[in-house]
């Protein structure tokens, strides 16, 4: 089975920086596109970043010039870097990966999601 397996939440103060990571594990042959996601509390999932194999980005303009999505492909794993951080950014953040290829044939997968506080 493939997972996605997510670090890097917490509490931070505003203005501060955080960094996620997210691994994709199990026998993969190839992943189109990794993401990053976000809901807070009574609000629908939204797009925060994403980045496909060839490493073309694309941003929430909420986020664009604070947060960076970087992917390293041989580890299957992308991070998001986060400044400037805004009490706004608080929300369980979950990673996606689109299109992967393994031995159990194509799918998507969601990581579990991780918390990110932002204090004023």
């Known amino acids: 089975q493939v997972q996605l397996v997510e670090s890097g939440g917490g509490l931070v103060q505003a203005g501060g920086s955080l960094r996620l990571s997210c691994a994709a594990s199990g026998v993969i042959f190839s992943i189109n596109a990794m993401g990053w996601y976000r809901q807070a509390p009574g609000k629908q999932r939204e797009l925060v970043a994403t980045?496909?194999?060839?490493?073309?980005?694309n941003y929430a303009d909420s986020v664009k010039g604070r947060f960076t999505i970087s992917r390293d492909n041989a580890k299957n794993t992308v991070y998001l870097q986060m400044n400037s951080l805004k009490p706004e950014d608080t929300a369980v953040y979950y990673c996606?990966?689109?299109?992967?290829?393994?031995?159990?044939?194509?799918?998507?997968?969601w990581g579990q999601g991780t918390q990110v506080t932002v204090s004023s």
């Open positions: 996606n990966a689109d299109q992967v290829v393994s031995r159990f044939g194509r799918s998507d997968y």
């Open positions: 980045i496909n194999s060839g490493g073309r980005t």
